[in-house]
């Protein structure tokens, strides 16, 4: 691993169904995000974590959940996914919360 | 909160200059970012200013003036592969990183 990883790369998937968007780093990383890409209103932060063990909620959270249990991976999972949840999905990782973020290539979700 | 602008699209020659502008609003800033995104890819880093002025990085320089709430991004001697979206970000306190809905630049032969 070289970076940072998220997968799957793309999924399509059922409303009311739960999901889990995988993000690994290899770069010991404090600092870890997720954002949503909407065409017209730019990345927004969902959650993000300092340091492994602690979480905090960005600007979009409601209806989604995520754990750093290490410093490696920061999942973040949709409980029930509603069709409003369709966008692109990028995790992004930075030495400390000063420092400019990596990003992850991205996962590309439907929810029909 | 945040309120960040940019243009939506700019359109340039090759071989050209290319100014990209960003106005915010916030009441916590502590510093600005720009980002470049390839259509379909992630975005990467391209410059960083907290303190007023310049930032030169080769092709690309970044200016500030956190009296104004003003920054813009300048790509020179442009060549076709700057053709992507461009995002200026501003952090708020410690982590918040708020970021405009990005300026894509077409590059044109």
């Known amino acids: 691993i070289a970076g940072i990883t998220q997968a799957p790369t793309s999924q399509i998937l059922a409303a009311g169904r739960r999901m889990t968007l995988r993000c690994t780093q290899d770069m010991r990383h404090n600092a870890m995000y997720w954002y949503r890409q909407d065409l017209g209103l730019g990345l927004r932060l969902i959650h993000y974590?300092?340091?492994?063990?602690?979480?905090g909620k960005g600007e979009v959270p409601d209806g989604y959940s995520v754990s750093r249990a290490n410093t490696d991976d920061f999942p973040l999972t949709l409980a029930s996914a509603v069709p409003s949840q369709t966008s692109v999905y990028f995790c992004a990782s930075s030495r400390d919360t000063h420092n400019e973020q990596f990003f992850g290539p991205g996962t590309r979700l439907t929810v029909l | 909160g945040q309120n960040i602008d940019q243009p939506t699209e700019m359109t340039a020659t090759e071989g050209a200059i290319v100014q990209i502008n960003c106005t915010y609003q916030?009441?916590?800033?502590?510093?600005l970012f720009w980002y470049q995104q390839h259509a379909g890819e992630a975005p990467t880093f391209l410059s960083y200013?907290?303190?007023?002025g310049l930032e030169e990085k080769g092709r690309f320089s970044s200016f500030l003036s956190r009296s104004k709430g003003y920054s813009y991004l300048l790509l020179k001697e442009l060549q076709m592969k700057d053709s992507a979206s461009y995002l200026c970000?501003?952090?708020?306190?410690?982590?918040?990183?708020?970021f405009g809905a990005g300026t894509t630049v077409t590059v044109r032969a």
């Open positions: 916030t009441s916590g800033f502590n510093g």
């Open positions: 200013n907290v303190l007023d």
């Open positions: 970000a501003v952090r708020e306190g410690d982590y918040k990183l708020s």
């Open positions: 974590s300092n340091t492994a063990g602690t979480t």
